[in-house]
């Protein structure tokens, strides 16, 4: 394991800069017996456990969460600190725990922006997705209303227009889905009025 200073963009201070200082000599076979071995060992690990345990209040903290909250308290209070705390280092360290970073097109903005267009054509303001996107631009980035930036308005509505393209497919495919799998239940139907 590599040596890390830091987690969730903090140094690690106090006992969490600490190693664990436990003292432990090994038996040696032959001299002891493997009963002995194994008891030494078993005690041994057992301070080490105890050692580590006592320093996840501390570990918790240092990655937000606060162990005297009282969602932490109670019968499974404890668990569920533990939980916490190793799903916010794992968000920290493993990549199938983090959020995907949605870049410049975010799906939300996606989602909202075909929420307005869709309800822009139905009133009947605008004819075409293009025409909507380009609009919703100079709105919300009003630089790109100029004249000089006819063309940089005209690359940005073009995308914009075919995540929101992608966006339509996928919740018609969706829709589709449910309503299929729906129709495979007797008892759920559908019903036009």
């Keep these: ?27 040696v076979p032959g001299l002891h017996s493997q009963d002995e071995i194994e008891a030494y060992r078993s005690r041994k690990n057992s301070e080490l456990f105890d050692l580590r345990r006592a320093k996840i209040p501390d570990l918790a903290r240092h990655l937000g969460l606060d162990p005297d909250s009282d969602a932490y308290r ?21 990549i199938g725990f983090q959020q995907r970073k949605e870049g410049k097109w975010p799906r939300a903005r996606v989602f909202w922006g075909l929420q307005a ?12 997705d293009l025409t909507a996107c380009e609009n919703l631009l100079k709105i919300e980035r009003p630089e790109l209303a100029k004249r000089s930036a006819k063309a940089e308005l005209k690359a ?3 995308q914009f227009r075919t995540r929101i393209t992608k966006l339509r497919a996928l919740l018609e495919r969706v829709k589709k889905l449910e309503e299929k799998t729906l129709h495979k239940q ?5 019903v036009k009025s």
């Design 186 to 190: 007797p008892h759920l139907r559908i």
């Design 74 to 94: 109670g019968a499974d209070g404890r668990e569920r600190l533990l939980e916490f705390t190793l799903m916010a280092i794992a968000r920290e360290t493993v």
């Design 1 to 27: 394991m590599t040596d890390k200073k830091s987690l969730n963009g903090k140094k690690f201070e106090g006992v969490l800069a600490e190693p664990i200082d436990l003292i432990r000599f090994d038996l």
């Design 117 to 128: 267009i869709d309800a822009s054509k139905k009133a009947g303001v605008f004819k075409n």
């Design 156 to 158: 940005e509505a073009i």
